[in-house]
């Protein structure tokens, strides 16, 4: 437990010690961008290689165990997270990138969050500390939810620094939960733009890992009968 615990730790460091920080700028005035790049690169693949490794090898304490129904419905949460992962991939428009794009305000999936990939890893890592209940897995799991929550405030304040000008009406017309700035009154949901290839993708994946997560992971997804 103790080195599933440092790898935990080690991980959260890579990815919001590092790159959510000043020090972030200070490796890339010694290594320049794509150094920095190429290192961190390497540095989180070894980190999650650790942290996996760690995880399948670690004692664990069941804390609670969840029953069936419960699980059904943490199975049908993790769906929102497919579908929010596959569109922050697939048709776009708006991933935060440059002054220009966000001078056009949030289009797309960025209308109902401006942070896609990280709301899907959160809810992914949320359901599975909830679904799993072993001290292994909430300290696993729990290294990605924390980068996650942590990682969204961390891009934005990056993104008010480097684009002072068109931040504010970005951030204002945008929201970090879903459907905040929607039900705000902020935006509009515009399926339009969103389109029907990556939600279907997204439920797709969804099924197909539900299916298929005994053959893959060891264990069931959900309990039957």
Do not use: Y
Not at 118 to 129: E, G, K
């Amino acid at each position: 437990m103790i080195l599933l615990i440092l790898a935990a730790l080690l991980w959260v460091f890579v990815h919001v010690g590092v790159s959510g920080t000043a020090l972030r700028g200070r490796m890339v005035e010694r290594l320049g961008e794509t150094g920095f790049t190429i290192a961190f690169s390497v540095a989180s693949v070894g980190s999650i290689a650790l942290l996996a490794t760690a995880w399948q090898g670690a004692e664990t304490t069941p804390l609670w165990f969840a029953p069936a129904w419960l699980r059904w419905v943490l199975a049908i949460l993790t769906l929102p997270a497919f579908v929010l992962f596959a569109c922050s991939l697939i048709g776009n428009p708006t991933a935060m990138g440059g002054s220009g794009l966000l001078g056009k305000g949030p289009r797309g999936i960025q209308r109902v969050t401006r942070h896609p990939m990280l709301n899907a890893f959160a809810i992914w890592a949320a359901v599975h500390v909830v679904g799993n209940g072993d001290t292994a897995a909430i300290v696993f799991f729990g290294a990605f939810l924390v980068t996650a929550v942590a990682g969204m405030p961390s891009i934005d304040a990056k993104m008010a620094k480097r684009h002072p000008e068109a931040w504010p009406g970005f951030a204002a017309a945008s929201s970090i939960l879903p459907f905040g700035a929607i039900l705000a009154g902020r935006n509009r949901l515009a399926l339009g733009e969103i389109g029907w290839i990556a939600p279907a993708i997204g439920v797709l994946a969804w099924a197909g890992f539900l299916h298929s997560h005994r053959h893959i992971f060891g264990v069931p997804a959900l309990i039957l009968g």
